[in-house]
């Protein structure tokens, strides 16, 4: 069971707006501003999409988008692209002695 | 730009070890901190360990420690993962990776690691 709690799939249409939900702890997501959303495409490794909860990378379009709210973070991701397709992990730095968690993961499909 | 770039694939026996290196080209490895992240098939992220600045030291995810040994060779901006005590759960995609501050913006190509008899 991972750290964090990730819906296992979401689903959009092409232009539609869906939002992927991380949930942790206060020793983790809602203890530190050190959540970071990951893509990944069949076969490829990880690609940093946001950092810091909201920031995103040099190249990543802004239609990628991270907020936070207690426990809970959460990336959207607004105009939803056919090339979007793909999963999403969250992370965190947690106070445990397990310096970083990975959520799950969560399917993305466009539908 | 830090690129990794990551040894083969290797197959295995149960009860034997596996050392995967990762290449640093773009900066010198001494000035990254990396980190081992592991993916079975099908499965989802699993952070092995790295390199906490805050400390100066390695830290090991606590399901790993005791088989696993993360070193670098700061010669050559060669880092390696090596799992020791290999068992069938252990086949999986091993990713390095950089950190800065606490998110990981560069990964190795991966390196797939089948442990079977």
């Known amino acids: 069971q991972s750290a964090l709690t990730q819906p296992a799939s979401v689903s959009g249409s092409p232009g539609q707006s869906i939002t992927i939900s991380c949930t942790g702890t206060?020793?983790?997501?809602?203890?530190?501003?050190?959540v970071s959303w990951y893509q990944q495409h069949p076969g490829k490794a990880p690609k940093l999409m946001i950092y810091?909860?909201?920031n995103r990378p040099s190249g990543v379009p802004d239609r990628f988008s991270g907020s936070k709210s207690g426990n809970t973070a959460s990336l959207t991701i607004s105009g939803l692209q056919a090339e979007d397709e793909a999963d999403y992990y969250c992370s965190s730095y947690t106070s445990s002695s397990t310096l970083w968690v990975f959520g799950g993961g969560t399917k993305l499909t466009v539908l | 730009q830090v690129q990794l770039v990551q040894s083969g694939a290797e197959v295995k026996k149960p009860g034997a070890s596996v050392k995967v290196s990762c290449k640093v080209s773009?900066?010198?490895?001494?000035?990254?901190?990396m980190h081992w992240v592991r993916q079975a098939p099908g499965k989802g992220l699993e952070w092995m360990g790295g390199?906490?600045?805050?400390?100066?030291?390695?830290i090991y995810a606590q399901k790993f420690q005791g088989r696993v040994t993360m070193t670098e060779d700061t010669s050559t901006d060669t880092a390696y993962m090596e799992l020791s005590s290999l068992r069938s759960e252990d086949t999986a995609v091993y990713y390095c990776?950089?950190?800065?501050?606490?998110?990981?913006?560069?990964w190795g190509q991966g390196t797939l690691v089948t442990v079977s008899s």
């Open positions: 990776a950089t950190s800065h501050e606490w998110e990981l913006p560069n």
């Open positions: 810091e909860v909201s």
């Open positions: 206060s020793s983790d997501v809602g203890g530190y501003n050190y």
């Open positions: 773009g900066y010198t490895l001494t000035e990254l901190s």
């Open positions: 390199f906490d600045p805050e400390d100066g030291e390695t």
